[in-house]
């Protein structure tokens, strides 16, 4: 039976000996890894890959120099907005008088949609979004009588420091009221 008979060992066959081929000398840049001739040599990269890259990498044009101190302006107006209480008029009043789980949930859209452009490489959407972004985050600082100032403030106080230590010296009582451990 078949059980019984005994294999015969296999012999590699040999590869046939490539014929001598003249190369042009090639920039020591240029020159490749040898790859084995099963694996096919990388494709340059598409015209429409590169035009994304381009696209992504170049800078973005703006209208006008930006200003910090826009924020602040914004933070201004935002409050009077709030204190003017106009929500036929206003889409910052509107949000605010609709509570702050809904001033938070739409903070956290907006940084989604950041989050999205920028991981699919859309770097004038991902401005835009980032502006929207900042703006529900200075209604949200309205909402929660939190001025710039402070955060600014918080800002210069961790400036020059490592993050790992910031993140240390932070108080447990934040990762117990978290019901976490993943807030290193």
């Known amino acids: ?6 294999k015969k060992p296999v012999k590699a066959k040999a590869l ?12 020591k840049a240029a020159r490749a890894l040898p790859m084995p001739d099963a694996i096919p040599a990388a494709a340059a990269p598409r015209k429409a890959t590169l035009r994304a890259e381009a696209r992504h990498l170049a ?8 200003d910090v101190n826009v ?8 409050e009077a907005r709030r204190l003017s209480g106009d929500t036929t008029q206003s889409h910052s009043a509107r949000l605010m008088a609709r ?33 929207d972004l900042l703006y529900h985050l200075i209604v949200l600082w309205v909402d929660a009588g939190i001025r710039p100032d402070e955060v600014w ?4 106080r961790r400036e020059g420091i490592s993050g790992i ?6 108080p447990k009582g934040i990762l117990r009221a978290a019901e976490t451990t993943k807030l290193p």
């Open 165 to 170: 230590v910031e993140k240390a010296s932070r």
């Open 59 to 66: 800078p973005l044009d703006v209208a006008a120099p930006g």
């Open 71 to 78: 924020l602040q302006r914004l933070w201004d107006t935002v």
């Open 153 to 156: 403030s918080e800002l210069t």
């Open 1 to 6: 039976m078949a059980k019984d008979a005994k």
């Open 16 to 27: 046939p000996k490539r014929a001598a081929v003249k190369t042009k000398a090639v920039p």
């Open 99 to 131: 509570g702050t789980p809904k001033v938070a949930q739409k903070l956290g859209e907006e940084a989604v949609e950041c989050v999205i452009e920028a991981t699919l490489g859309n770097r004038r959407e991902t401005v835009l979004e980032s502006a």
